[in-house]
């Protein structure tokens, strides 16, 4: 199994930019692929970003395509999200979450119920 523990999180101004990190622990890293979700208070969990095993493929929700860039690095056993141009309504706890699976060249699909291992989730607050 595989444990993950996200950080990166903070105040930040609206515009700005945050990293999020997702370390992971357990092995073999490289054979999970990664998403990260969001939940701002009192709405559903929201898809934002998913990778494959190598970091070949990722895809984007609308919401946030073009904004932020999820990126892994498979030797360190981390997850990337770079946020940048962040406005209020991105305000939220951010989760990653992984899953096991053939996802060499393919990816995982964006419900949360795929992701059978999550992490406890980083506060982002974006004022503007």
């Known amino acids: 199994h595989v444990q993950l523990v996200e950080s990166g999180g903070g105040l930040v101004q609206a515009g700005g930019s945050l990293r999020l990190f997702c370390a992971t622990s357990g092995r073999p890293f490289s054979q999970y692929a990664v998403v990260w979700f969001r939940q701002a208070p009192g709405k559903e969990r929201e898809f934002l970003a998913v990778?494959?095993?190598?970091?070949?493929?990722?895809a984007y929700s609308d919401s946030v395509k073009g904004r932020f860039t999820i990126s892994r690095d498979n030797v360190a056993k981390a997850v990337y999200l770079q946020m940048s141009s962040l406005k209020p309504e991105d305000t939220a706890v951010y989760y990653c979450?992984?899953?096991?699976?053939?996802?060499?060249?393919?990816?995982?699909?964006?419900?949360?119920?795929?992701?059978?291992?999550w992490g406890q989730g980083t506060q982002v607050t974006v004022s503007s």
């Open positions: 979450a992984a899953t096991r699976g053939n996802y060499y060249s393919d990816i995982p699909g964006s419900g949360s119920t795929e992701y059978a291992y």
């Open positions: 990778i494959n095993w190598g970091g070949s493929r990722t």
